[in-house]
């Protein structure tokens, strides 16, 4: 990646693009996974896990605001490392400590959820943000060569 600063454009575009992926992995995972066993460890209580229009408006804004966190990320590492493997996954450890350690961590700590739904929610995440960030350095290379 050539160091010409940061690009807004080009930023958007790729946030949009990349945001397609983190929608449909967190839909995916939360839906199939995640919502299930948040609902058993709460004993079915209501209002727990539930899911209508507006809570998905939300978590809608929350993934998007989460993509464009993940590609900026990896845009600094690249920026100091170039479009590297080693950025993609050095870029999605750091999103991933962040976003998804930090977040499920304190949810166990503080009793909101099962310290067993980390088993699955950890290695799914980090899957899902090194995809994310390999399509973010892909679509940087390819909107690069577009340029010259």
Same mark, same amino acid.
């Given at each position: ?69 993940? !590609? %900026?990320? =990896?845009? /600094? ?5 170039? #479009?590297?493997?080693? &950025?993609?996954? $050095?870029?999605? *450890?750091?999103?991933? !400590? %962040?976003? =998804?350690? /930090? ?5 166990? #700590?503080?009793?909101? &959820?099962?310290? $067993?739904?980390? *088993? ?5 995440? =980090? ?22």
């Amino acid at each position: 990646m050539n160091k010409q600063g940061f690009d807004l454009k080009t930023f958007v575009f790729v946030v949009v693009l990349t945001s397609i992926w983190i929608h449909i992995s967190e839909v995916f995972r939360y839906f199939v996974l995640v919502m299930p066993r948040v609902k058993s460890y709460w004993n079915n209580s209501e209002s727990i896990a539930d899911m209508n229009w507006m809570i998905f408006g939300i978590w809608g804004i929350w993934d998007t605001v989460l993509t464009a966190m993940i !590609v %900026f990320t =990896f845009w /600094l590492y690249s920026q100091r490392f170039g #479009n590297t493997n080693r &950025s993609v996954i $050095s870029s999605a *450890l750091v999103s991933w !400590v %962040f976003f =998804f350690v /930090l977040f499920w961590v304190g949810a166990a #700590n503080m009793g909101y &959820s099962d310290w $067993s739904i980390l *088993l699955i929610t950890l290695p799914l995440s =980090f899957v899902e943000l090194l995809i994310a960030n390999f399509i973010a350095s892909k679509l940087y290379k390819k909107y690069e060569y577009a340029k010259v």
